[in-house]
């Protein structure tokens, strides 16, 4: 056994004695070395002043604890200038001044508290023989110290929420070698602009297409070349689009009303005896639809009176955000809940198939009775079910009648796509659409050009589409464009985007979660570093 132990033992140690007990090892050792160095100026010496006992743990052993027994030593320093007279020697590959753990065992336990946290890694270094509390964990972890990173020449800026909506930092990473630079505790333009100043050399920043990190870019580095992401370039060109096609919901409504009497009045069709179930829950739809119009007439009265978002709100019931969405879209959303199926459903949908095969397909009915069986949902949700069995039911009626108008939303997205890709009905209700609002066929070619540019490499065109947007629908898009231009031919002629930023996000977001609500920034940051 002490040949073992003299094996992994520090080579600065000599063991002297092994002392077994029931749930350790306790090591007895003495230094090699006859002689040690001051700390203050450096000269050796060998004249011992005394002796005292010092117990360090070390890494486990078989399972156990390790405790060594150091019988260490204090020296008289040889120099007669130096101001310190008396020094405790130094064992640098073994302990640190003044430790109780030495530095193996130090490092194996701050990996731990860096992977999983402050008293998860206490849990886990108790199972593993290595004992030390979370409160040391995450002392170890803000005291750690990084070496600096080789200086960067291609940074992606972004933000990060400490509170969704209404706190955020700052991440930066190293786009090349796709590791985190640095985490920042807000998100401010003099901050950015610090660090940027303090790490010179950077040539190159990708960012999103926030006027904070335009700015900050521009005073910290004003030499390096600003990016902005082709993502957030095209999700400002969909929203630009939902806004002018908010703004023309009468002319949107008034193409799907088109679309539907033509076809109707060309397949010259039967009432869908099935429908009944359907109309019920329609009828539901078109009476939440109707309490969303009155809040937004409200919302819209309000606002005329001289009124903010932020005195709104209060007042009708609903968040400042909403408010600002509603007013900005020009009208209240429209909602539809996609196909999902119901938990609630589960214990009855044996009842429920039963009762349809014998020919019950009222939904009212049908709600009324599984809601004596203990069912706890909704009538809609009862429709939801009868109006998904009636589509998967055998019809009379042509496929044609049941063409539904698509959402604003969706509409936004076809304005912008090739005609020759779409469906034979979606392409008649665009032609109507088209007849209705002329100006919205010139904003889908519009922002059919601008997605073309983005994704190919050559930026000849850019400033003839601004020229040619700037009287239509997506003015404000264009004018947002033509004052970052720089940075939009850079993100079409660059390779460089905010991607690698994002995964880092995602890291960021895990780490933060992991915290229990323990993460301060100092603590955040270092872990974060760690893991990059």
Not at 318 to 332: M, Q
Not at 435 to 451: I, V
């Amino acid at each position: 056994m002490l040949h073992a132990f003299r094996s992994l033992i520090s080579p600065e140690l000599t063991i002297v004695q092994i002392l077994p007990q029931a749930d350790r090892v306790v090591l007895v050792a003495r230094p090699k070395a006859l002689d040690s160095c001051c700390p203050c100026c450096g000269r050796q010496t060998r004249r011992v002043h005394s002796h005292y006992m010092r117990q360090l743990t070390d890494l486990p052993w078989q399972g156990r604890v390790v405790e060594i027994r150091l019988h260490a030593r204090r020296f008289r320093c040889a120099n007669s200038q130096c101001p310190r007279r008396i020094f405790t020697e130094r064992l640098p590959e073994t302990v640190r001044p003044k430790a109780r753990r030495t530095v193996r065992l130090g490092e194996s336990q701050m990996a731990i508290g860096f992977a999983v946290g402050g008293e998860p890694g206490s849990r886990l270094s108790d199972r593993l023989a290595m004992p030390v509390s979370g409160d040391t964990l995450l002392r170890m972890i803000r005291a750690a110290g990084f070496e600096p990173p080789q200086a960067p020449r291609v940074v992606g800026i972004d933000d990060w929420a400490w509170r969704k909506g209404q706190r955020y930092g700052t991440i930066i990473c190293d786009l090349e070698r796709n590791r985190v630079l640095d985490l920042l505790p807000d998100r401010n333009a003099d901050t950015v602009a610090s660090w940027l100043e303090r790490h010179p050399g950077i040539e190159i920043i990708a960012r999103d297409r926030a006027g904070v990190y335009a700015e900050g870019a521009h005073r910290g580095a004003p030499d390096a070349t600003q990016v902005a992401d082709r993502w957030y370039l095209l999700q400002n060109l969909g929203e630009a689009l939902r806004l002018a096609v908010g703004r023309h919901r009468k002319a949107v409504k008034a193409a799907g009303k088109a679309m539907t009497s033509e076809m109707a009045a060309n397949d010259d069709a039967e009432p869908d005896p099935s429908a009944g179930t359907s109309t019920k829950l329609d009828g539901l739809r078109q009476s939440r639809r109707n309490q969303r119009s009155e809040l937004y007439a409200e919302i819209l009265q309000l606002h005329s009176s001289g009124m903010s978002p932020r005195q709104i709100a209060p007042q009708i019931g609903i968040c400042v955000r909403t408010v600002e969405r509603w007013l900005a879209a020009g009208g209240e959303p429209e909602l539809r809940r996609p196909q999902t199926r119901s938990v609630l459903m589960d214990p009855f949908q044996e009842y429920l198939e039963k009762r349809w095969q014998e020919g019950q397909h009222n939904g009212f009915k049908l709600w009324t009775e599984i809601k004596s069986r203990g069912f706890a949902g909704s009538r809609a949700t009862v429709y939801r079910w009868t109006a998904a069995r009636d589509k998967k039911r055998p019809s009379s009626a042509p496929p044609n009648v049941r063409w539904r108008p698509p959402s604003r939303r969706y509409c936004a997205w076809l304005l912008s796509q090739d005609p020759s890709l779409l469906d034979e009905p979606t392409v008649r209700f665009l032609r109507h659409l088209h007849n209705n609002a002329p100006e919205l066929s010139t904003a889908g070619e519009l922002a059919s050009r601008f997605a073309t540019l983005i994704r190919g490499d050559d930026d000849a065109g850019l400033e003839q589409w601004i020229e040619d947007a700037s009287s239509s629908e997506l003015a404000s898009l264009a004018a947002g464009i033509d004052r970052d231009i720089a940075a939009v031919r850079a993100a079409i002629t660059q390779p460089w985007s905010m991607s690698p930023v994002e995964g880092q996000i995602n890291r960021l977001k895990t780490i933060k979660r992991q915290m229990y609500g323990r993460s301060g920034y100092p603590l955040l940051r270092n872990r974060l570093l760690a893991a990059a």
